[in-house]
């Protein structure tokens, strides 16, 4: 074993964050962090995840605390802009916030909206990065294939860089893929990679033009990289609503990947209301630097997660560590 559970538990600080704006669901974030020898590293797996998949996540977190990482090819990574679900109004004062990015990934589908709002969030986006900037979308598996291929001619007027995740199934993806292949528009897999039992899946059926891999989910940055090997597609590395700890694990990710041919979803610290580290990791003109980060104590005292999601949070990785055979 990597590390004992007594080593882990020593040093682990769990954190709840508000959030800017409402995002997947929650309005606040709790993280567990814990130091190993190569430095600070990240357990969040979602709370609502059960304990098989939230295993990987600490397979991830043990990976980037206690196992050098790779040789890195580039010493600073260019990120997208985020932007949630929000209506049109709002869209600049969000994007206001990523500092020099040429690329948005926006967020559509959501519960409860509308094809119009998708429309009117998109064009404010495309309005504000001018001609020359790449929009790409996110459905988060929210369409079905009829409504997929609709959004995506409704939205095609502002010049799309991919969709990601359309739809949810591997089988809808490819048919989707088949329908707009001839606008030259690529589908990208996200859910379908680091939700699915086989990660290889989607790229074996030829359903996806390019996938969008996780160090944490995937098990971190070394089993991330096997897979990213075994695909043969290009890749964008993305994060799962981290503190900069999570997101140094990313960037060394996508520091280690061989070609790196789309912008990176890792400047997303910005969707916290604060972050854990001393020098955070956000973009400075549209890319952020390679580099690990230290937390602030002050941020672990003033943002400590109540006592009882603590103890939750202990039991769950007590749980978690049990599972895992390294
Ligand atoms: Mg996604």
């Known amino acids: 074993m990597l590390a004992s559970l007594t080593d882990i538990l020593a040093t682990a600080r769990v954190v709840s964050i508000p959030l800017r704006q409402r995002f997947r669901g929650i309005e606040t974030r709790e993280v567990m962090l814990f130091e190993g020898p190569e430095g600070w590293t990240e357990f969040s797996p979602f709370v609502e995840y059960d304990d098989e998949e939230a295993a990987a996540w600490l397979a991830a977190a043990l990976d980037f605390g206690w196992v050098p990482t790779p040789p890195l090819l580039r010493d ?7 932007l949630p679900a929000v209506e049109a109004a709002r869209v600049a004062d969000v994007l206001d916030r990523f500092s020099g990015c040429r690329t948005v990934k926006v967020k559509v589908a959501e519960t409860g909206q509308t094809l119009a709002d998708d429309v009117a969030r998109v064009a404010a986006a495309r309005a504000y990065l001018g ?5 790409r979308i996110d459905a988060n598996g929210g369409w079905n294939v009829d409504e ?8 095609a007027e502002y010049d799309l860089e991919y969709v990601e995740q359309p739809c949810a199934s591997v089988d809808e993806l490819w048919q989707i893929r088949q329908r707009v292949k001839y606008m030259g528009l690529p589908i990208a897999a996200d859910e379908s990679v680091r939700k699915a039992a086989d990660p290889l899946l989607v790229a074996r059926q030829e359903a996806a033009d390019l996938l969008v891999i996780k160090a944490q989910p995937l098990g971190g940055i070394h089993a991330a990289l096997d897979i990213a090997d075994q695909a ?11 503190t900069s700890v999570g997101i140094s694990m990313g960037l060394h990710l996508a520091a280690a990947l061989p070609e790196l041919p789309y912008d990176c979803g890792l400047a997303t610290v910005s969707l916290l209301s604060l972050d854990v580290a001393v020098d955070p990791l956000i973009p400075v003109e549209g ?15 003033d943002y400590a997660a109540p006592a009882e999601r603590d103890a939750w949070w202990r039991e769950r990785l007590t749980r978690c560590y049990a599972l895992l055979d390294v």
Not at 131 to 135: C, T
Not at 148 to 155: P, T
Request: charged share 15%.
């Open 232 to 242: 043969g597609l290009p890749l964008v590395v993305s994060s799962a609503l981290e």
């Open 287 to 301: 890319s952020i630097a390679v580099r690990r980060v230290v937390p602030n104590g002050r941020v672990f005292d």
């Open 148 to 155: 997929a291929e609709h959004a995506i001619h409704s939205l």
């Open 131 to 135: 001609a020359e900037g790449r929009i």
């Open 76 to 82: 600073s990574v260019a990120v997208n802009a985020t």
